[in-house]
């Protein structure tokens, strides 16, 4: 029984195929290049995956059309523009510094700079609040613990 | 006072900022083909696919490319309202049958009626890259000149077509070719 169904089982795994693509590249400078270009283009379905690890159909498509101009001859920058020309910057997971991406780019660092400088001034204010004065007792009683402990020493 | 003015105030622009996230769609990507001359291409027609179709055939005329397939749930939603403008005989709308068997195509358009005037086949979507589709069904309105000058992703819902849609292709049928 259990060696049916094993058997079975095993069949059962020759129907299930991972959907693996194959690509033949004439050097392995090509397929580098494939390799990072698929890692640095965004998958427009599937908005925070890169066309790498993508499975949506639009993914495998520009993938092969990626592939299909590294074979042609084309840089990589032609590449690029020919995916910008078609989806815009949002193609990209590193777009370009322009007007429109400006706050994208800076955000972070602007957002860092207001967060010093808060704390900047919270520290400065509390260092000047927190010491009130001593009184002409406290500061008698101050300066004997200070002598005393000079003695000790 | 002050001391809890700065935290309130902080909260409140967040809220208005997340607030006013929460209303952009974030599957709206901008396409850069607005104001371009519309992507060439030459396919067969699903009806008569001994025929060929391509965006140069409707020059002089404003049309709408309507990118739909039969595997697509939410262009069923959609295609009430494209018979509907069909039938209004308002604006001509060529089909774009993206990534699809043709067989399946002609049944769905048997089922469910057909809005448009002719459908390209892309059954390997190339045109469909070329037009920087990525969420069917989306619907472009082409000018006269063949410029494409608005794009919509998703399912057209009446609002769109009325508040939108409409209101720009009449404009750009007034317009002298």
Redesign the interface.
């Known amino acids: 029984m259990r060696r049916i169904l094993t058997t079975a089982l095993l069949f059962v795994s020759l129907l299930l195929q991972a959907g693996v693509e194959v690509q033949h590249f004439d050097t392995p400078e090509q397929e580098a290049r494939y390799k990072t270009l698929i890692n640095e283009l965004r998958c427009?379905?599937c908005?925070n995956q890169n066309l790498a690890d993508s499975n949506a159909?639009?993914a495998q498509?520009?993938r092969r059309?990626t592939y299909e101009m590294i074979i042609k001859g084309d840089a990589d920058e032609e590449i690029v523009g020919y995916m910008?020309?078609?989806?815009?910057d949002?193609v990209l997971y590193r777009p370009p510094f322009k007007r429109s991406t400006a706050l994208l780019w800076a955000g972070p660092f602007i957002l860092l700079f207001i967060g010093l400088t808060i704390v900047f001034l919270f520290i400065r204010r509390r260092n000047r609040e927190d010491v009130p004065p001593l009184s002409e007792a406290q500061r008698q009683r101050t300066r004997r613990l200070l002598e005393a402990g000079d003695k000790d020493q | 006072m002050t001391r809890y003015l700065l935290p309130l105030g902080i909260f409140i622009g967040l809220v208005v900022l997340l607030a006013a996230g929460l209303t952009l769609n974030p599957r709206y990507v901008p396409s850069p083909l607005i104001d371009k001359p519309a992507p060439v291409f030459s396919l067969p027609q699903l009806h008569r696919p001994d025929q060929s179709i391509s965006p140069a055939d409707m020059l002089g005329k404003v049309w709408l490319l309507n990118v739909w397939a039969s595997w697509c749930v939410a262009c069923r939603a959609e295609h009430p309202l494209m018979n509907e403008l069909a039938r209004s005989g308002e604006v001509a709308i060529i089909g774009l049958n993206y990534k699809d068997r043709p067989e399946a195509a002609l049944q769905w358009l048997r089922q469910l009626d057909n809005p448009y005037r002719i459908s390209a086949v892309d059954e390997a979507g190339r045109a469909g890259i070329d037009w920087g589709v990525y969420g069917v069904p989306e619907t472009f309105v082409v000018d006269k000149q063949g410029i494409i000058r608005y794009k919509h992703v998703g399912p057209v819902e009446k609002k769109d077509l009325e508040e939108t849609i409409l209101p720009l292709v009449r404009q750009l049928v007034q317009k002298p070719a």
């Open positions: 427009l379905v908005q159909e639009l498509d520009l059309q910008v020309a078609r989806y815009g949002f």
